[in-house]
Structures are given as C-alpha cells and as structure tokens.
C-alpha cells in the first residue's frame, strides 16, 4: 500500500474510533470521586485532565488543593482562580472532583422571558421527563446580571470546604454574553453529589465566570441532555480511603454549593 493510502487509512480509522468512543459515552455522566468526600476536605486526586477529557467535552468541577473552578465547554477546558482570571487547563494538571459528558441534546428551548436564577431552574424542572434521571444543561445567551464564586488554593492540612467557602471570592457581571453549564442530579444521589442543580458559568470573551450563585438571563437558548447512565470512578488515594463518608452533609451541600 503506498505511503498516502497508508496515512489517509490512518486518519479514517481515528476518526471512527473517536466517533465510536463519543457514541458509547453519549447520554452518560463520568464523575470522579464524590462531593460528599470534597466537602470532607479531599482536595487532591488522581486524575488527570488529559484522562478526564477522554470522558467528556462539557463539564464542571475543580483542581487539585482546590485551586479555582473549572468549566468544560465545546471540549476546551477552562480554570477559573480566585483573582477572577480566566486560564486553559494543562492535561497534566490533576481533579479531586469533576463530572463530564459527551453534551448531545435531546431538548431545546427559547428562553424569551426574562428569569431570575430560582424562575430558571424552576422553569427547567417542569420540563424534565422524570425527576429520577440525570440532567446536563447547556443556557447560552445575553446575562442582564450573573454573579459567579471562586476559591482560593488550600494548604494542608486541608480545612473543610465549609470554612473554605467563608474565604470565596464573589465577582459580578452586569450586561454580559456567556454560557451556564450545569448538571442535576436527583435527591437519591445526594452525597454523591449534589441533589439539584451544580451549575458553572462562563463568559463569551472566556474571560471571566465561575461557580454560578445568581443571574438573571434573556434571550437565551437552552439544551438539555437527558442521561440514564453514571459512571463513578472513585480515587484510589490514601486520604479518600480513610475518609469518614457516613456522615449526612446535604444541608451543609446546599449552604456551600448554592
């Protein structure tokens, strides 16, 4: 076979892998480690970035000591730090929590109404076929308001992510494009993650956003990805195998995440 057949072979077969991989991962959430176990103070994990991406295009989570938020979006993967700066994610780095997916709607909808945050996700909720499934959510459009939240990076001995939380820098967007990404998980899941909405946002300069506390949004255009599937990977680090999981944390969940 000559040498250009060979490479045009090549490059064929890695795209129908690629579209075979995307096709077994669409409509499933990978999640690595639990909430329940970051809000212990397990802030470093085992995964790397480049592994998490094989995953998942669309996504939400953190960074190794708990160093800022991440987004996924569109397969680039952004980190948010507690200064406000927005900055791309190296596969080397590692997560101690994060959830991604293959993002495929199987919804959309027109937002022509102006929402406030709690209208929004009351909006969402008439439109899910189950309460018992799991969501991915992707609201792109114009933000009259958005108000985001960072944390720093941790030191060990990590505190809680309660005491964390008390040191979170808060910015705030008036006027401005950008993207919410989010998930819901229903209540039975609680702990594993967050029972409810988990919702990151970004703006469309990719310049500035983070873990989503407020907004009110307009003209916007919403998809959701209805999801049947959790793969949970759990770490394999001394500090998640001898962590206390028992313990029943949603209101302290919702006090941190909301």
Sequence with gaps: MKPVRCLFLAFFLTLSLVGSLHAAESHRIFQ???LQALMDGVYDGDLTFEELARHGDF???TFNALNGEMIALDGKFYQIRDDGRVTPVAGTMKTPFAEVTFFK?????MLE???TYRQLTGYITTLLPSPNLLYAIKIEGFFPYVKTRSVPRQHKPYPPLTEVAKKQAVFEFTNVKGVIVAFRYPQ?????NLAGYHCHFITADRQGGGHLLDCRVEGATMAIDTIPKLDLRLPETQEFMQTDLTKERQHELERVER
């Design 32 to 34: 690595t480690s639990t």
């Design 59 to 61: 996504g939400v989570g």
């Design 105 to 109: 709607a199987t919804k959309t909808h």
């Design 113 to 115: 109404n102006p929402l």
């Design 188 to 192: 039975y899941l609680s702990g594993v």
